[in-house]
């Protein structure tokens, strides 16, 4: 990219300050059009369960399509809306993406997670990520609610990839405690007050948009993993990167577990996160009132 310095003279920007740019954009835009609006914690609402924003418990302040902000990726998946949404839960101004945008729609790890870094340039710290995922963990049913204690990334690049931003965080950072323990309990007792049990495990993510062979599934549970996504982790890597606090929460659509295997399609995993939103409305604001 060229860009002119002060004595009129072209200059290479690198690409760590070209996306530093386009990030702070970004966040400019989100900032001028959010005014008085303050967003405290960033929640990411992922497939079928973007209608959240549609329960009672927010209030919604203010919409901005995707398509409308400079240097943002538009989520081409049917199903995902492709929108900020301010709102509050309860007195908690929110900023909530209806949508997410994945590395195998064919966007860069770069700019995943760019609307990520634009929060954090906003001021918020905390983050909270939802997602839709396949049952791998042999107890697991479609419907469950699972706390993502840790996650395995390894066969995916990094988010991370390529020249550090050193303004947002440190070139090798440490991943031991990635999702905020102190959130567990908070989480434990909301399930529960829905009658539901809490359940936890590993999010193992896969580039996708293909699901699971029965083989890759069997590889998983053998690595650690409890369930299986095409999400989620891009995100939260930057999100320790800057140092921001994470909650993440998997809802079971479909199981790999042998004998129980079944063909799964797109609109059955919306179907089944769609049908648990009322129970995740009351879980969401628990969480949020107390990250
Ligand atoms: N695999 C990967 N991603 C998913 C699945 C799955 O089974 N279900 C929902 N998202």
């Given at each position: 990219m060229q860009a002119v310095d002060k004595t009129g003279v072209e200059i290479i920007m690198n690409n760590a300050i070209r996306e530093y740019s386009l990030i702070k954009e970004m966040a400019d835009y989100l900032k001028e059009k959010a005014g008085d609006f303050v967003p405290y914690v960033l929640a990411i609402l992922g497939s079928g369960l973007g209608n959240y924003v549609k329960s009672e418990s927010v209030r919604i302040a203010e919409e901005i399509a995707y398509s409308e902000i400079p240097g943002m990726p538009v989520s081409t998946v049917h199903g995902h809306a492709g929108k900020f949404v301010l709102g509050y839960v309860g007195e908690i101004p929110v900023l909530f993406m209806q949508g997410r945008i994945h590395l195998?729609?064919?966007?860069?790890?770069?700019?995943?997670?760019?609307?990520?870094?634009?929060?954090?340039?906003?001021?918020?710290?905390?983050?909270?990520?939802?997602?839709?995922?396949?049952?791998?963990?042999?107890?697991?049913?479609?419907g469950d609610f699972m706390f993502i204690t840790d996650h395995i990334s390894s066969f995916v690049s990094s988010s991370l990839r390529g020249e550090n931003i050193d303004r947002l965080g440190t070139r090798f950072p440490d991943m031991t405690e990635v999702y905020s323990v102190r959130m567990k309990e908070v989480y434990d007792k909301a399930v529960s007050q829905i009658g539901a049990e809490p359940k936890m495990g590993v999010y193992l993510q896969t580039p996708g948009p293909q699901y699971e062979t029965p083989a890759e599934i069997r590889m998983m549970r053998n690595l650690g993993a409890d369930?299986?996504?095409?999400?989620?982790?891009?995100?939260?890597?930057?999100?320790?990167?800057?140092?921001m606090r994470v909650f993440g929460m998997s809802i079971i659509t479909d199981l790999g577990v042998e004998g129980k295997i079944v063909e799964v399609t797109h609109e059955e995993v919306q179907q089944v996160a769609n049908s648990v939103q009322p129970k995740m409305a009351l879980i969401m604001r628990e969480l949020i009132s107390t990250l």
């Amino acid at each position: 990219m060229q860009a002119v310095d002060k004595t009129g003279v072209e200059i290479i920007m690198n690409n760590a300050i070209r996306e530093y740019s386009l990030i702070k954009e970004m966040a400019d835009y989100l900032k001028e059009k959010a005014g008085d609006f303050v967003p405290y914690v960033l929640a990411i609402l992922g497939s079928g369960l973007g209608n959240y924003v549609k329960s009672e418990s927010v209030r919604i302040a203010e919409e901005i399509a995707y398509s409308e902000i400079p240097g943002m990726p538009v989520s081409t998946v049917h199903g995902h809306a492709g929108k900020f949404v301010l709102g509050y839960v309860g007195e908690i101004p929110v900023l909530f993406m209806q949508g997410r945008i994945h590395l195998y729609e064919g966007y860069s790890e770069q700019e995943v997670v760019r609307p990520i870094r634009a929060a954090k340039l906003m001021g918020v710290n905390k983050l909270i990520l939802t997602n839709a995922a396949g049952g791998v963990n042999l107890s697991f049913k479609p419907g469950d609610f699972m706390f993502i204690t840790d996650h395995i990334s390894s066969f995916v690049s990094s988010s991370l990839r390529g020249e550090n931003i050193d303004r947002l965080g440190t070139r090798f950072p440490d991943m031991t405690e990635v999702y905020s323990v102190r959130m567990k309990e908070v989480y434990d007792k909301a399930v529960s007050q829905i009658g539901a049990e809490p359940k936890m495990g590993v999010y193992l993510q896969t580039p996708g948009p293909q699901y699971e062979t029965p083989a890759e599934i069997r590889m998983m549970r053998n690595l650690g993993a409890d369930a299986v996504g095409m999400s989620t982790v891009p995100e939260v890597i930057v999100a320790v990167h800057a140092n921001m606090r994470v909650f993440g929460m998997s809802i079971i659509t479909d199981l790999g577990v042998e004998g129980k295997i079944v063909e799964v399609t797109h609109e059955e995993v919306q179907q089944v996160a769609n049908s648990v939103q009322p129970k995740m409305a009351l879980i969401m604001r628990e969480l949020i009132s107390t990250l």
